[in-house]
């Protein structure tokens, strides 16, 4: 196990900057999840610590050594690929032994390592068959266990889950969690799949355009986002925004947007008559009594069994709903909506820097 630090990293392509000074620290044993949409540099960053990208600028360092210039076999770490990577003419166990052929392990060592990865994994049965006749979780076994052979240091994730089905995904995130607590590995793993991040992670590292736009807990990047951007980008459905202006007289505090009142908790660190981005989350919006509530009209009404998705319309804007249990609503029926205060987030209307 390893810690890992990133200080003052670049990477640039050509005359195009990709990676913008980014530095974090991860402790050993950690599982942390570099997540972003498509382009925003996550890979990069995981492949300059694997050894395949080179450092424009800054420092890596594995256990506080720089790695900079230290080939890739040499960092002591292994790599799970998005398209497993196996060689076809070799079995599974010949796969997950190639590393340490390489290394010219012995050959007790060998069938331990193989042995004890195999059983971790429920690939027993399978160490004699070729990859063309395994499954897609089949054979992202594999490649775990190819890397779990290893004994690294740090493990590395490349979105190693977005060629199975959902249902595989699912059971293979609680399997990939599962290998780490048992194993204790520190591990970097990457995807543009927030559900994914939320349920691995010890912590989340949020990016975008190459920069990091919060660090935090999976409940604390939900429970407070630091900007707009992982507000909408960190649960799902992403959050309700509307734009408003503050209000805040006789002791009450609420935004103005789309004709009716928003209720907001009280705050210092905003003026009344300020422009704010209102933002309040799915499954914190209840459906309440027509004498109090907000009137919106149902768009979409789409049931998932033990909830019930509403999308629906107020003013000029759209809004999600998800309700716990059905509803006999139907589309163009009036509704209205009820918001607790303090589960409202206000963010400031030019910067979308959180303010409550």
């Not at 990709?18 to 599982?31: A, C, P, Q, V, Y």
Request: overall charge negative; glycine content about 8%; aromatic content about 6%.
């Amino acid at each position: 196990m390893a810690s890992v630090s990133f200080n003052n990293i670049e990477k640039n392509f050509g005359k195009v900057k990709i990676i913008h000074g980014i530095s974090f620290e991860i402790t050993d044993g950690e599982f942390v999840v570099l997540v972003g949409p498509s382009g925003c540099g996550k890979s990069t960053l995981l492949r300059m610590l694997a050894g395949l990208e080179d450092i424009s600028g800054g420092e890596i360092a594995i256990d506080n050594k720089v790695i900079n210039d230290l080939d890739s076999k040499d960092r002591d770490i292994a790599m799970v690929f998005q398209s497993y990577a196996l060689y076809p003419h070799m079995t599974v166990r010949e796969n997950m032994a190639f590393s340490l052929k390489l290394r010219k392990a012995s050959a007790e060592i060998t069938n331990k390592r193989v042995g004890d990865a195999a059983t971790i994994l429920n690939l027993d049965p399978l160490l004699d068959r070729y990859p063309r006749e395994l499954s897609g979780g089949q054979r992202q076994r594999v490649a775990m266990g190819r890397a779990i052979v290893r004994d690294p240091k740090v493990f590395l994730f490349d979105e190693p889950l977005s060629n199975l089905d959902a249902k595989l995904r699912v059971a293979m995130r609680a399997e990939i969690k599962a290998l780490h607590q048992r194993l204790k590995t520190t591990t970097v793993y990457v995807t543009h799949d927030q559900i994914e991040a939320m349920t691995m992670a010890d912590r989340i590292v949020v990016m975008h355009d190459g920069i990091i736009e919060q660090i935090g807990t999976p409940l604390e990047l939900f429970d407070h986002p630091g900007n707009l951007f992982v507000a909408q980008f960190i649960g799902s459905p992403s959050m309700n925004v509307l734009r408003g202006v503050l209000h805040i007289a006789d002791g009450q505090t609420w935004v103005e947007a789309q004709g009716h009142r928003w209720p907001a908790n009280n705050m210092t660190q905003a003026g009344d008559g300020q422009a704010v981005a209102y933002g309040v989350r799915p499954t914190d919006i209840r459906v309440g009594a027509a004498s109090t509530g907000i009137p919106a009209k149902v768009i979409v009404v789409e049931p998932t069994g033990a909830e019930t998705e509403l999308l629906l319309e107020i003013g000029s804007s759209r809004l999600v709903v998800v309700m716990h249990g059905r509803t006999a609503a139907q589309p163009d029926d009036v509704i209205h909506l009820e918001i607790d205060a303090s589960k409202a987030h206000l963010f400031d209307g030019a910067t979308g820097t959180r303010l409550v």
